[in-house]
């Protein structure tokens, strides 16, 4: 097996010639041609050393060297950074090394072996310095890789697992067959995916039958999975599972695999089906680590169904988990059950797990980090800190591009997109989710085609366009429905589409979606949902001229609102109420609601949408307030609050939620520089 570090533009393997033109490499001759024996012996060893500094060389060549030394740099053939040396172009590094012999070579890079100062670089130089298979010097060298791999280098990992290849006898089977797979998966993580499936391929024609070729196979699928997209591994794990057997814990990854690959591009519950098969493989096996992330599998899916988190068995998950030294595990038991936690809205407790598994993570320079960012993107925006959700989504999105992780970037840019989208940065959500939906539809993603809809149908809702908004909401929601995600959590198309229906006047089909949804949760005690839904509720009662009902639902989607944490839909239920205060004539009530809803969009950064608030207020009519000038509805209420009455007394006299008194309570607060209620008193008493 031949390195290939040249084609991705890195480091070159010692004696790895770049390509190049007759001409260039004429050039580059000329310029080695004019060397002397000393300068020529420095750039050797120069070449042959993965990071060489001046005490190093002078090692090899075993005297000073600064007569060579400084004709290599007066050439322009070295350069000199501190103690450290380095080509002044890769082709020249290259050229150096290719005009030795290969004997030669070898005598240098076996000499090196002896004075190099780590483990791993003399791994690397014995490996150099061997021409023939040899079992001893490619176990040293697999080790080498392991240690450089654990340590986060990826592009030297990936080296040392190539020259460990190449020193396994063709007789060693089981090692070689290893080495190769572990070859490939290095290559995937320094961001070469297309070389890993092309040893990966080449390994399948080679692997025997049975378990042999089904772990193979199933390595494959996960770096199609990763670098192409998870519908084209799907076919390939279900050949892997054809031929595993009875090894129980490969048909337990294999399955684990196969039920995000399915739930992915066909339907979650048949997803959830392999899930329970790999908690069933995985329990015939005495591995902590493979049943701990079966049953993670089994819980997220569980839960994406619409039937809650179950709690024995994330427990059991965790647990497990936490037995383990290299806690967290890659996308296992802690992430799972952060994401229900996320989608069921217990956010404090989500974030708690996520930011330790994030540091966990970070330490050891995992590339799964980008997994607790993105987690960690949708749980702020949903807080509303919408300016640390856009940077955890960029900082994911980085990490995604450094690890070299291609596959399913169209749900990896959802929570980018859709944070840009309510912070009103409209051409670059609508760039963001127009891209990733082309890619999802072209990868068979369906999760993610929903998504990126969702994020297009809120842009037009944003804007006032309730149509153009149904054309993108109703096709997100067709997805959801046709892969069971049943989960309210999960809904993000779940107000945007009712709100819309109400707005062109669908009526009874939002009726219909509601009573579905509102049973489902009531059912799992969605406060999320519950208050969306109450508020959607009120909006219907309203078209039809329930004024009544109408309120009662508002009310009841707020008392919903304070046992959850969602600012954004929070405001938008105050503007729902606000606008229906408005046109039932209640003048002061409606003020005081949509200034409540104008203040928290504006602290939210929720631009179009304070500009609707904006609107609905320039309806009422009236002067409006200077910045830190109490409002009419502010003086209203304190006015109240002074002649000693409670929040719910001045709620019931000027109609509104007792909720909106305390908002406005704590504005009054913050602009007149009072502390309490008998400040308050005391000062507008001294004013009269």
Same mark, same amino acid.
């Given at each position: 097996?031949?390195?290939?570090?040249?084609?991705?533009?890195?480091?070159?393997?010692? #004696?790895?010639?770049?390509?190049?033109?007759?001409?260039?490499?004429?050039?580059?001759?000329?310029?080695?041609? &004019?060397?002397?024996?000393?300068?020529?012996?420095?750039?050797?060893?120069?070449?042959?050393?993965?990071?060489?500094?001046?005490?190093?060389?002078?090692?090899?060549? #075993?005297?000073?060297?600064?007569?060579?030394?400084?004709?290599?740099?007066?050439?322009?053939?070295?350069?000199?950074?501190? @103690?450290?040396?380095?080509?002044?172009?890769?082709?020249?590094?290259?050229?150096?090394?290719?005009?030795?012999?290969?004997?030669?070579?070898?005598?240098?890079?076996?000499?090196?072996?002896?004075?190099?100062?780590?483990? @791993?670089?003399?791994?690397?130089?014995?490996?150099?310095?061997?021409?023939?298979?040899?079992?001893?010097?490619?176990?040293?060298?697999?080790?080498?890789?392991?240690?450089?791999?654990?340590?986060?280098?990826?592009?030297?990992?990936?080296?040392?697992?190539?020259?460990?290849?190449?020193?396994?006898?063709?007789?060693?089977?089981?090692?070689?067959?290893?080495?190769?797979?572990?070859?490939?998966?290095?290559?995937?993580?320094?961001?070469?995916?297309?070389?890993?499936?092309?040893?990966?391929?080449?390994?399948?024609?080679?692997?025997?039958?049975?378990?042999?070729?089904?772990?193979?196979? +199933?390595?494959?699928?996960?770096?199609?999975?990763?670098?192409? #997209?998870?519908?084209?591994?799907?076919?390939?794990?279900?050949?892997?599972? $054809?031929?595993? %057997?009875?090894?129980?814990?490969?048909?337990?990854?294999?399955?684990?695999?196969?039920?995000?690959?399915?739930?992915?591009?066909?339907? /979650? *519950?048949?997803?959830?089906?392999?899930?329970?098969?790999?908690?069933?493989?995985?329990?015939?096996?005495?591995?902590?680590?493979?049943?701990?992330?079966?049953?993670?599998?089994?819980?997220?899916?569980?839960?994406?169904?619409?039937?809650?988190?179950?709690?024995?068995?994330?427990?059991?998950?965790? $647990?497990?988990?936490?037995? =383990?030294?290299?806690?967290?595990?890659?996308?296992?038991?802690?992430?799972?059950?952060?994401?229900?936690?996320?989608? +069921?809205?217990?956010?404090?407790?989500?974030?708690?797990?996520?930011?330790?598994?994030?540091?966990?993570? &970070? $330490?050891?320079?995992?590339?799964?980090?980008?997994?607790?960012?993105?987690?960690? +993107?949708?749980?702020?925006?949903?807080?509303? &800190?919408?300016?640390?959700?856009?940077?955890?989504?960029?900082?994911?999105?980085?990490?995604?591009?450094?690890?070299?992780?291609? %596959?399913?970037?169209?749900?990896?840019?959802?929570?980018?997109?859709?944070?840009?989208?309510?912070?009103?940065?409209?051409?670059?959500?609508?760039?963001? *989710?127009?891209?990733?939906? !082309?890619?999802?539809? !072209?990868?068979?993603?369906?999760?993610?085609?929903?998504?990126?809809?969702?994020?297009?149908?809120?842009?037009?809702?944003?804007? %006032?366009?309730?149509?153009?908004?149904? @054309?993108?909401?109703?096709?997100?929601?067709?997805?959801?429905?046709?892969?069971?995600?049943?989960?309210?959590?999960?809904?993000?198309?779940?107000?945007?589409?009712?709100?819309?229906?109400?707005?062109?006047?669908?009526?009874?089909?939002?009726?219909?979606?509601?009573?579905?949804?509102?049973?489902?949760?009531?059912?799992?005690?969605?406060?999320?949902?519950?208050?969306? =839904?109450?508020?959607?509720? %009120?909006?219907?009662?309203?078209?039809?001229?329930?004024?009544?009902?109408?309120?009662?639902?508002?009310?009841?989607?707020?008392?919903?609102?304070?046992?959850?944490?969602?600012?954004?839909?929070?405001? /938008?239920?105050?503007?729902?109420?606000?606008?229906?205060?408005?046109?039932?004539?209640?003048?002061?009530?409606?003020?005081?609601?949509?200034?409540?809803?104008?203040?928290?969009?504006?602290?939210?950064?929720?631009?179009?949408?304070? @500009?609707? !608030?904006?609107?609905?207020?320039?309806?009422?009519?009236?002067?409006?307030?200077?910045?830190?000038?109490?409002?009419?509805?502010?003086?209203?209420?304190?006015?109240?609050?002074?002649?000693?009455?409670?929040?719910?007394?001045?709620?019931?006299?000027?109609?509104?939620?007792?909720?909106?008194?305390?908002?406005?309570?704590?504005?009054?607060?913050?602009?007149?520089?009072?502390?309490?209620? +008998?400040? =308050?008193?005391?000062? =507008? $008493?001294?004013?009269?």
């Amino acid at each position: 097996m031949q390195a290939h570090s040249s084609a991705k533009g890195g480091a070159l393997a010692p #004696g790895e010639a770049l390509p190049t033109t007759p001409d260039l490499d004429g050039l580059v001759r000329a310029r080695l041609d &004019n060397l002397g024996a000393a300068a020529l012996e420095v750039a050797r060893a120069v070449a042959a050393l993965a990071d060489p500094t001046v005490a190093l060389v002078e090692s090899a060549v #075993g005297r000073r060297v600064d007569a060579g030394l400084a004709e290599t740099l007066a050439a322009r053939i070295l350069e000199l950074d501190g @103690e450290r040396l380095r080509f002044t172009h890769p082709l020249l590094g290259s050229a150096v090394a290719t005009r030795q012999t290969p004997r030669r070579r070898r005598l240098l890079h076996a000499l090196l072996a002896t004075i190099v100062p780590t483990a @791993e670089e003399r791994a690397r130089q014995l490996a150099l310095a061997t021409a023939m298979p040899d079992p001893e010097i490619a176990a040293v060298v697999e080790e080498a890789s392991e240690n450089v791999h654990a340590r986060g280098a990826a592009a030297a990992a990936a080296e040392l697992a190539e020259l460990a290849v190449r020193l396994t006898p063709p007789a060693d089977v089981e090692d070689l067959r290893r080495r190769v797979l572990d070859c490939a998966d290095r290559h995937r993580e320094e961001g070469d995916g297309r070389l890993a499936i092309a040893q990966l391929e080449q390994a399948c024609t080679t692997a025997p039958q049975g378990a042999a070729r089904a772990a193979v196979l +199933s390595r494959l699928a996960r770096t199609v999975s990763v670098v192409v #997209g998870p519908r084209e591994a799907v076919a390939l794990y279900h050949e892997a599972l $054809a031929e595993a %057997g009875g090894d129980d814990a490969l048909v337990a990854e294999i399955q684990l695999s196969l039920a995000d690959a399915v739930s992915e591009t066909e339907d /979650r *519950s048949r997803g959830l089906v392999h899930a329970e098969l790999a908690v069933q493989a995985a329990s015939r096996v005495d591995v902590a680590a493979l049943r701990s992330n079966a049953l993670a599998a089994f819980g997220l899916l569980h839960f994406s169904n619409g039937r809650g988190i179950p709690h024995e068995r994330m427990a059991e998950a965790l $647990a497990l988990e936490r037995s =383990l030294p290299q806690w967290p595990l890659t996308g296992a038991a802690t992430w799972s059950f952060a994401f229900q936690l996320v989608w +069921s809205g217990e956010l404090e407790r989500a974030r708690i797990l996520l930011e330790e598994s994030r540091e966990a993570l &970070n $330490a050891r320079d995992d590339p799964e980090q980008a997994q607790a960012l993105w987690l960690l +993107s949708i749980l702020e925006w949903r807080a509303g &800190n919408w300016e640390l959700a856009a940077r955890h989504a960029a900082d994911s999105l980085t990490l995604r591009e450094h690890f070299g992780r291609g %596959g399913l970037q169209p749900v990896m840019e959802l929570p980018a997109a859709m944070i840009a989208a309510h912070q009103g940065r409209i051409g670059d959500a609508r760039d963001r *989710s127009e891209r990733a939906l !082309a890619l999802a539809e !072209a990868d068979g993603v369906r999760i993610a085609q929903s998504g990126h809809r969702c994020v297009l149908g809120c842009i037009e809702l944003s804007l %006032g366009d309730a149509a153009a908004a149904l @054309e993108y909401l109703e096709r997100a929601w067709e997805i959801r429905d046709d892969v069971q995600l049943l989960e309210p959590g999960h809904r993000l198309e779940l107000a945007d589409t009712l709100e819309a229906l109400i707005a062109v006047g669908r009526l009874d089909d939002a009726e219909q979606r509601l009573l579905t949804w509102e049973e489902r949760s009531r059912k799992l005690d969605r406060s999320w949902a519950l208050a969306i =839904l109450a508020r959607c509720r %009120g909006l219907l009662l309203a078209a039809r001229g329930d004024l009544e009902g109408a309120f009662t639902s508002f009310e009841r989607a707020l008392a919903e609102h304070a046992r959850t944490t969602d600012p954004f839909q929070h405001a /938008r239920t105050l503007l729902a109420l606000g606008r229906t205060q408005r046109r039932a004539k209640r003048r002061g009530a409606a003020r005081a609601t949509l200034e409540d809803a104008l203040a928290r969009f504006e602290t939210l950064g929720a631009p179009l949408w304070a @500009e609707q !608030a904006r609107a609905e207020l320039a309806r009422i009519g009236g002067r409006a307030p200077s910045r830190g000038e109490l409002t009419e509805a502010e003086q209203r209420i304190a006015a109240l609050v002074g002649e000693g009455r409670t929040n719910r007394e001045v709620a019931a006299a000027l109609f509104v939620a007792e909720r909106t008194v305390e908002a406005a309570l704590t504005r009054v607060y913050s602009k007149l520089g009072v502390r309490s209620r +008998s400040e =308050l008193a005391h000062l =507008l $008493a001294a004013k009269t």
